[in-house]
């Protein structure tokens, strides 16, 4: 075994799975024997982590040391049937809405806020369309993100500001890289730009309706300060203007305290399931600090559940359990409440091997894997120790944008997945576009996989310079 706990040794072997996916665990009969040889007593078959799992003192909730200060309460009973309803809910709250409840109780725990203010969602998609749509967006207004926004949130940002006759403005995020964190314009700290940026529109006459910031951005997958950012925020804004950050790559790759969080300044805070959780797609939590709840709906609004329990929402079924919001994102049209419910299972998977195990295994792997690909290639890494989580990052050694398309479709030839992007140098640096790697560190890749994408890209980099330049050559004729 390696210093990354679950690492395995040189001679061990390895997961033959893609580097960097960073979805839910689907454990095929040899990738449970991998994990064994790691130390974990799986059992195989398709519901390895419900029924034929032994129950132990986490599943059942009665162990009092939880990592995170609280007995996990499975929402299987004791005697694994598959009718089963949730061990901790009522008579009243049996079948899928039950099941639902307990699940939220558990996440509201895990992610540290009060339950009545955590909803599901399908993805953070139809989250941040929730979110902006609600927003009291006025005609001269001013809504405020970041560089690094996802393009969906950026596309809807522009939509609405479109739609109700107000602005976009986007502060610039800077990546002077060699393992260094992100500026503002200028190197100045993100914060300190922030707090500029919104004093500005205030010098205008003009009104913030909202500032949605990434939690941890995309490509590159950089965890934000954002305890400083929504202070910084705060600061400059009236009580009632949203705060809002995309936490679509957080859920399962950092700790989360939406108590601090809200404490801070934020406001709204949504995340995936299916990224870093191990729950499948079509799982997403939305968090809505309760002030603002009662202007927040889903995108699909006014839809009822004539035929079940559920109709018209009375407070006489087990619906009465959850409060007005969550009632308005409960039943928005036909859906499989499959991957809800799966998220109480990925959770008791998550904690059977331990969350602290998890977070700093694949932290100090990404964190190796960065330097690892930084020395094999004779590049640099991307970011600082505190802007990483579970996303590595190496420049490639490549110098134009076909050299790195090429060397991710020879990647994908050797069933090597990994993300590939450009990112600009800072004004300062010369604004050049350089080309990055954004490997993943999950729970099913090894050292092996980081070393196989470092191989791999030498060993196809000359053939792919030669061939690109003579591209360039016949092209230019």
Same mark, same amino acid.
């Given at each position: ?27 095929? #009969?040899? =990738? ?23 129950? #132990?003192?986490?599943? =059942? ?74 927003? @009291? ?45 992100? $500026? ?36 590159? %997958? ?8 929504? @202070? ?32 801070? %300044?934020? +406001? ?88 602290? +195990? ?5 932290? #100090? ?34 110098? $134009? ?13 050797? %069933? ?8 600009? @140098?800072?004004?300062?640096? %010369? ?47």
């Amino acid at each position: 075994m390696s210093a990354h706990g679950l690492i395995p040794a040189a001679d061990t072997k390895v997961l033959s799975l893609p580097v960097g996916i960073p979805g839910a665990l689907s454990l095929r #009969n040899d =990738s449970a024997q991998d994990l064994r040889a790691f130390g974990l007593p799986l059992t195989s078959g398709p519901r390895m982590f419900s029924s034929q799992l032994t129950p #132990n003192k986490f599943l =059942s909730g009665e162990s009092p040391d939880s990592p995170w200060g609280f007995g996990l309460a499975s929402p299987r009973q004791e005697d694994q049937s598959d009718s089963a309803s949730c061990s901790s809910a009522s008579d009243d709250e049996s079948g899928t809405e039950g099941y639902l409840l307990e699940t939220c109780r558990q996440l509201s725990a895990y992610v540290r806020c009060n339950m009545e203010d955590l909803l599901f969602c399908e993805n953070c998609s139809s989250a941040a369309n929730a979110v902006i749509s609600s927003s @009291r967006i006025e005609e001269g207004d001013v809504c405020i993100t970041f560089s690094t926004a996802y393009g969906m949130v950026r596309n809807k940002l522009l939509m609405e500001c479109s739609a109700r006759k107000a602005e976009v403005r986007q502060l610039q995020v800077e990546f002077p890289g060699g393992g260094s964190k992100p $500026t503002g314009p200028g190197g100045e700290s993100l914060p300190a730009a922030l707090g500029q940026l919104l004093r500005s529109v205030a010098s205008e006459g003009r009104r913030v309706a909202l500032v949605c910031m990434d939690h941890i951005s995309s490509a590159p %997958g950089c965890v934000m300060p954002v305890m400083d950012l929504c @202070r910084a925020a705060r600061q400059e804004l009236a009580a009632d203007v949203p705060i809002a950050l995309d936490a679509a790559h957080v859920l399962g790759q950092v700790d989360v305290n939406l108590r601090a969080l809200e404490e801070a %300044g934020c +406001t709204h805070w949504f995340s995936d399931g299916h990224k870093w959780f191990f729950s499948p797609k079509g799982s997403a939590l939305l968090w809505c600090s309760e002030p603002f709840q009662a202007e927040l709906l889903p995108a699909v609004k006014g839809a009822v559940a004539s035929n079940s329990r559920l109709y018209g929402f009375t407070k006489t079924s087990v619906i009465g359990a959850y409060t007005e919001v969550q009632q308005r994102f409960l039943y928005t049209g036909t859906r499989d409440y499959t991957p809800w419910c799966a998220m109480a299972e990925a959770l008791a998977f998550r904690q059977w091997i331990g969350e602290a +195990t998890i977070l700093e295994r694949n932290r #100090n792997l990404a964190l190796w894997g960065s330097k690892l690909l930084a020395d094999a290639w004779g590049t640099e890494t991307l970011l600082d120790e505190g802007s990483t989580a579970m996303m590595a990052h190496a420049r490639l050694p490549v110098d $134009t944008e076909d050299e790195a398309v090429m060397i991710g479709e020879v990647l994908s030839m050797h %069933g090597v997945h990994c993300l590939l992007f450009p990112l600009a @140098r800072p004004a300062s640096q %010369g604004g050049e576009v350089r080309y990055w790697a954004r490997p993943c560190a999950q729970l099913f890749v090894a050292e092996a996989d980081f070393h196989k994408l470092a191989t791999i890209t030498l060993e196809a980099l000359p053939d792919v310079k030669s061939l690109c330049s003579t591209k360039s050559i016949a092209s230019s004729i």
